[in-house]
């Protein structure tokens, strides 16, 4: 979790198996997961496999009884199928696939407009909800 534009946000990165025969400086293929305007995350630091999907009903129901009422625009977003306790919470969320190097910065969040420009996703898709 971090903060720009004087608002928080979570990323969660997912990274490949690791090549053992790639050479040391060769870029990752990770995929970005942007929650925007991230308030209250509960999940472990190694979420695992990701299945992202917006909660509802008795769901949302559920989470809002243990949390509290959202703000306006708030939704919840469930990081697992079979599981309540993996959640953020935010106002959007955007991810994309990039070829960078180990521990580079995310081009979803840099603030730095050459630094986007050079770290194009993949195929140019960018996807949100």
Partial sequence: MDYR???GY????????????????SPLRV????????SRLSCW???GALHLREASGDEL?????R???LRAGQRVFLLHDDSLEDYIVSYGVQWAEFDLPGGAQSP???EDLEYRRIHQPVNG???SA
């Fill in 5 to 7: 534009y004087g608002h």
């Fill in 10 to 25: 979570a990323l969660l990165r997912g990274y490949p198996e690791i090549d053992d025969d790639a050479p040391g400086d």
């Fill in 31 to 38: 995929m970005d997961v942007v929650f925007a305007g991230a």
């Fill in 45 to 47: 630091k190694d979420v």
């Fill in 61 to 65: 129901a559920d989470l809002v009884a």
């Fill in 67 to 69: 949390m509290g009422r």
């Fill in 108 to 110: 979803l969040v840099s």
């Fill in 125 to 127: 898709e960018t996807f």
